[in-house]
DNA sequence: CTGAAAGCGCTTACAG
DNA sequence: CTGAAAGCGCTTACAG
């Protein structure tokens, strides 16, 4: 374990630095490096353990080896399984990841991205707040590879891997229709980013097409921050009088959950009293009784599709052509909608 | 955005590099450098957005501010939630973490944590296999500041913040006696590791205080890669002909979803049919009709502990006492177990 | 008060 | 086939 660098190697076993750096990087073969001296080195360096220190490598290549990863927030089980799934596939290509959560603050991404430059990542795969318009455009400018995810900057010209909100809430709300519901609520977030605001349209988009006057009153925003507050009364509004609605949308799991806890304390019976569906689920979704219908996004293609086009990106593809993915969601079937 | 160096700054102000490193490293005043220098420097880099490259930085001195992360898999809520806190208590110390997930694969995590080592991480936190003593071994002897959580190595003197598995599910198993049950099963994995083998005792112990005799086959070893396919047998055993347990306790969060799911198909009511309770737990327990009984793990004091311990030990505390956290477990009743 | 220089551990033209 | 040397961008004794 003693640590051992490479001039140890050298002079142990009388050649250059460049020999010995030259054959590890297997490039032995190119510079027409003996055999046996590669053999020698290769032999020494296994025995001894030895492993480039990737600081000095990546000081001198003027690469780390590293992909730097923003999100929201590490403990959100959306965010975590996209980040086990840029971490796989990352590996395969033998980048490391670094990730660090913004919960959602502007300015804690925005240092966020700064503090990534500086620890010389290669690229960066961002789930942004969306109001970071300077820093991305900078970083588009300075050819500085990265993709966003989950949210992109309907402004800018970048990669991105996002998924399609409207196409997702259109389609549950068709559903809801179809199953006879005419007074069909919506409990969103106050919509500053813009997948937020796509699942709206979606479901607005879903009643114009069937001739179901939109109605104001059964359309909420909840503040991200006090949501669980604002739900109670939400909740009772809705289901209540004046409005009596026969279904709920709930524009994310988090949501879900909260207004569902509600639902419980009034005792609000889903899906008799009122159905109920979720943009994104929870893993214990299908054990709740009853089961929750949900849209569910494809974590893994997005994961594994910015880590492609991030690396495709990296290796200076010239074609400056941006990589958009708008993945289509998977709507997800159980009780809770009455079905 | 251009990038730009020290060197840059330097010639810019006609100063020498070792002054504008001083000034940047807040060592201006303990060298004497005029106020006046120091401003000019200070204002120039800001202007120009001046952050010190970190290979470059990390290289001279030794050390990266940064922190390895070593767990099973960061897409476990349970992992996720730990990253979450370690990364908020690193970010207060200006530490970064970079994290890798071993999949309970032994070869895996030992190539992680020399793969960490390479990249000159200060320090590990590592939820280990339990199956890597020889590395272990050599980080300790090699002096290399770690500690483990979650997982400890009984044999091996080391920091380690853990829970309290024995007692956790001995009081939980204590609560069930408590409500009458008598024939209560145990569900758990095979017990490659301590913290499994730990929930095991806890469950003998509390029917030993208890008077009540051991019965082999109420306990349930499952194979952690197939427990959903043995699940259906195992629970169709303990419920059904010859045992009729009256309780289970299920020894982690996904054979509860796991175990669950099968009591559903077999139309066994919870709890009249069979109590159940949870060692650990996923958002949605108290949603699952009925509520799931759990133990739950502190999470926050595990990461918490985890970078404290470990920025003691980095900085070179030569106390060279090893430090070690059993935290413990918290019941939480729900309907789940009939109370 | 400030600077020249060595060094961290690599990589890589360049030269022979 | 192999090596001396410069360079990556910092930090830090040492000297004055």
């Known amino acids: 374990m003693k640590k051992i660098v490479l001039k140890d190697i050298a002079k142990s076993l009388q050649v250059s630095k460049t020999t010995v750096s030259l054959v590890l990087n297997n490039k032995g073969d190119v510079h027409k490096i003996s055999k046996d ?4 080195i290769l032999d020494f360096a296994r025995k001894h353990n030895y492993k480039a220190n990737h600081l000095a490598r990546g000081l001198s290549r003027g690469q780390s080896e590293t992909i730097g990863l923003i999100i929201p927030n590490i403990a959100d089980v959306f965010y975590s ?29 925005k240092e966020l991205i700064l503090s990534m430059m500086n620890r ?8 942004s707040t969306q109001q970071n318009e300077t820093e991305i455009q900078q970083l588009k400018n300075a050819k500085f590879p990265f993709v966003l995810i989950d949210r992109h900057y309907p ?23 179809n199953l006879g519901k005419e007074k069909i609520g919506f ?23 069937n001739d179901i006057p939109e109605n104001k009153e059964y ?23 004046p409005n009596y609605v026969d279904a709920i949308v709930f524009s994310t ?10 639902l419980r304390l009034i005792n609000c019976k889903v899906p008799d009293d009122v159905a109920i569906v979720s ?18 996004q494809p974590v893994n293609k997005i994961g594994n599709y910015a880590v492609e086009i991030l690396l495709d990106e990296m290796e200076g593809s010239k074609t400056s052509k941006e990589s958009r993915k708008i993945l289509k969601t998977e709507l997800v079937v159980r009780k809770s909608c009455g079905s």
Chains 1, 2 share one sequence.
């Open 279 to 296: 943009f994104d689920e929870l893993s214990a979704f299908d054990l709740i009784d009853p089961a929750i219908t949900a849209i569910i």
């Open 253 to 262: 799991h988090y949501l879900t959950v909260s207004g569902l806890r509600e």
């Open 219 to 241: 359309i909420k925003e909840l503040n991200n921050n006090n949501y669980q507050q604002q739900m109670k009364g939400v909740i009772r509004e809705l289901v209540g009088a």
């Open 187 to 209: 409990i969103s977030i106050e919509p500053k980013l813009d997948a937020i605001k796509q699942r709206l349209y979606g479901y607005q988009d879903a009643l114009l097409v």
């Open 155 to 177: 402004d800018i010209d970048t990669n991105y891997v996002i998924v399609d909100n409207h196409d997702g809430v259109k389609n549950v709300t068709q559903h809801l229709i």
């Open 37 to 40: 001296t590669q053999k020698r």
């Open 120 to 127: 010389q990542v290669d690229g960066l795969i961002i789930a």
């Open 81 to 109: 399984k996209i980040a086990s799934c840029i971490e796989k596939k990352a590996k395969e290509y033998n980048y490391t990841v670094v990730f660090s959560s913004s919960n959602e603050n502007t300015k804690t991404e």
